[in-house]
């Protein structure tokens, strides 16, 4: 079964500094990865999705994210943070084998000092 | 682009009593329907996958008639739990796969419903 690992369960960084959101992941083949963001009071947006090809995506908000198989990890990353995406990340695997479910990461919440 | 309602948005019940989660797709159909529940600072667990017109596919572990699951339309799923007790209280939240998104089916996601059980 495929699994899905944040390391950071916070994260403070300051308006304006670049920022990196770690994932690792489990999976027999190669997986379907998502990023989503997780406002509170709001449902899950996604960020960004890697299915295959170019291992570097580009997602909306200025974010982006790597594909690194050899380290089983699709990290998410934005170069310049706004204290606006203050909010809950999560990484998420998909199994194209299995109906398409999604297995979610425990999350990572990021705060933004001004 | 894809929109997933979710009513209530939040419900404080009895327990013993009988809460009816309703997950709406606005703007497409959905086949598919998915309900996690998530526990404070936790990710979301899949309860459940609910296809339209036939019966859920629960995940191990999850009560099926505690949980019942009725996806009756192709924008329409509801999640029912029955004699809801303390340790029912929890973030619901549906999401709806369009099948007119390529390959892989991408999920839209509910806004969630907070239940409440005293």
């Known amino acids: 079964a495929q699994s899905v690992t944040q390391p950071d369960i916070h994260i403070t960084v300051s308006e304006g500094a670049s920022l990196e959101l770690r994932c690792n992941y489990s999976y027999g083949a190669t997986p379907y990865l998502f990023w989503y963001v997780q406002s509170p009071g709001q449902g899950l947006q996604l960020l960004l999705k890697y299915f295959s090809g170019d291992t570097l995506v580009q997602g909306i908000k200025g974010f982006e994210a790597e594909f690194k198989r050899s380290q089983s990890s699709f990290n998410l990353r934005k170069p310049s943070v706004h204290w606006s995406d203050a909010a809950e990340y999560f990484c998420?695997?998909?199994?194209?084998?299995?109906?398409?479910?999604?297995?979610f990461g425990t999350g990572t919440q990021l705060k933004v000092e001004l | 682009g894809a929109v997933v309602s979710q009513h209530p948005s939040w419900v404080i019940c009895k327990s013993g009593t009988s809460v009816k989660i309703e997950c709406r797709s606005l703007?497409?159909?959905?086949?598919?329907m998915f309900w996690y529940r998530q526990f404070p600072k936790q990710s979301l667990m899949l309860m459940a996958t609910s296809n339209e017109g036939s019966k859920a596919t629960y995940e191990q572990g999850v009560e099926k008639d505690k949980f019942l699951i009725n996806h009756a339309s192709l924008t329409l799923s509801t999640l029912t739990v029955t004699s809801a007790h303390p340790e029912d209280s929890s973030f619901y939240i549906c999401?709806?796969?369009?099948?007119?998104?390529?390959?892989?089916?991408?999920?839209?996601f509910g806004p969630g419903t907070r239940l409440t059980v005293l």
């Open positions: 703007d497409f159909q959905a086949t598919t």
């Open positions: 998420a695997v998909g199994d194209p084998g299995g109906g398409n479910k999604l297995t």
């Open positions: 999401s709806a796969r369009d099948p007119g998104t390529g390959s892989y089916n991408e999920q839209f």
